[in-house]
């Protein structure tokens, strides 16, 4: 069976696609490098035996995303291309706009003239917002975001519910990630951040290797155990097999929306804790101002994957943290340019 993924090559995509062929479909991988390598398509066929077929091309080329639906007969498109980065949408949000939203728009257009109705899309705890309170329940009302990309999710999302509404035959999965971290145990991919890496895990993991001299934690006086803030960190293994799981859905028709996560929350010094065992040297901190943006506590209620989807996270902290060393220590410069 195959499988359109789109954004293939990047962090969740490349273990997804891992997992898909271990799990017996045919992912067939658009991508246009902007935040990737075409050296991962190598790492998956190391583990997995198998090279993908890959298109180099923008989600937003209709034209090409047409022809690539016309000369494969696709049952399925996981869509995880798109622009990720929190801060910098603040600052470019009509890029973010376009590439999620009209790049999702597009993409839609495309599986109606095709006839293909099943999709799952790459959505975010971030849409919980900031309003509401942990544990977060798919029932609860989506909240007011704090940045274009946390916006740019929650229209999609809308967007999507109304493409069901229009077109009832179609079977829509959102599934909204917590944290996802962690590479995979073979240590052959993992996650390559360009730049200064802007999530916790990976700028941990640069300071560990001695890349970046001491990590910044954004405040210890929010109300939590220790006063740095809790987020719920989910190995990235759990969340790619959240994915093959979620295509049992494909023979109902609807929107189905699930929290992907583990349901337990720690904190950024609980992190670094696990994370200096994990390399066996302690991790140099320094405590600053809290980040605009950022709550105290974010976490999911994870009941309903586990009902639905028979998926809960299987690996704890210390795995996440000990397999992102393995891949930092395999791969200090991350993923090679070919
Ligand atoms: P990533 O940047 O590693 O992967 C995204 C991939 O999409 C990259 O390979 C990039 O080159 C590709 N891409 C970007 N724009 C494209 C376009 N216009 N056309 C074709 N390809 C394009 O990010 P990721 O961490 O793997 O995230 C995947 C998805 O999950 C994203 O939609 C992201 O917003 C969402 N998500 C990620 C997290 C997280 O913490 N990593 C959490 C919640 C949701
Ligand atoms: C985790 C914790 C920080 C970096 C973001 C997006 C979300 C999703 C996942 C999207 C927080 C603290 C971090 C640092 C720190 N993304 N921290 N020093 O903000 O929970 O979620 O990534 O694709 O939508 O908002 O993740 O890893 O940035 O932060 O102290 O250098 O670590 O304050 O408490 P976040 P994060």
Not at 47 to 55: A, M, R, S
Not at 59 to 66: L, S
Not at 83 to 109: D, F, M, R, W
Not at 279 to 302: L, M, S, T
């Amino acid at each position: 069976m195959n499988i359109l993924v789109t954004g293939g090559l990047g962090y969740i995509g490349s273990h997804t696609c891992v997992k898909l062929i271990e799990s017996g479909y045919t992912p067939i991988i658009i991508d246009n490098l902007y935040n990737s390598k075409k050296s991962v398509l190598k790492r998956i066929e190391k583990i997995t035996g198998h090279l993908p077929q890959f298109y180099y091309g923008d989600i937003r080329d209709k034209a090409y995303v047409d022809s690539i639906f016309k000369k494969h007969s696709i049952s399925a498109v996981i869509h995880f291309a798109g622009l990720k980065a929190v801060g910098e949408s603040v600052t470019k949000p009509l890029e973010y706009y376009e590439v999620n939203i009209y790049g999702s728009i597009c993409l839609a257009q495309v599986m109606r003239d095709n006839k293909v109705n099943n999709i799952i899309f790459s959505s975010s705890a971030t849409v919980y917002g900031e309003d509401n309170t942990p544990p977060f329940i798919e029932s609860m009302p989506t909240g007011k975001t704090t940045n274009p990309y946390g916006t740019s999710k929650l229209m999609v999302e809308q967007i999507y519910t109304d493409f069901y509404q229009a077109n009832p035959q179609l079977s829509i999965c959102l599934l909204r990630y917590f944290n996802p971290v962690g590479a995979h145990p073979s240590g052959l991919m993992g996650e390559d951040p360009q730049g200064i890496p802007n999530n916790l895990m990976p700028y941990i993991t640069q300071v560990a290797i001695g890349k970046r001299e001491c990590l910044s934690i954004y405040g210890n006086d929010y109300p939590t155990r220790d006063g740095t803030g809790v987020r719920d960190y989910l190995h990235i293994e759990d969340l790619a097999q959240g994915h093959v799981d979620a295509l049992k859905k494909m023979n109902d028709s609807g929107v189905h929306i699930y929290n992907l996560g583990t349901g337990i929350g720690n904190s950024v010094l609980e992190v670094i804790d696990s994370f200096s065992r994990a390399c066996g040297a302690p991790i140099n901190y320094k405590i600053v101002a809290r980040r605009a943006g950022d709550i105290a506590e974010c976490f999911a209620d994870v009941k309903k994957a586990k009902l639905e989807l028979n998926w809960h996270a299987k690996h704890t902290l210390d795995q996440m943290t000990s397999d992102s060393w393995h891949w930092q220590v395999k791969n200090p410069n991350g993923y090679p340019d070919e």
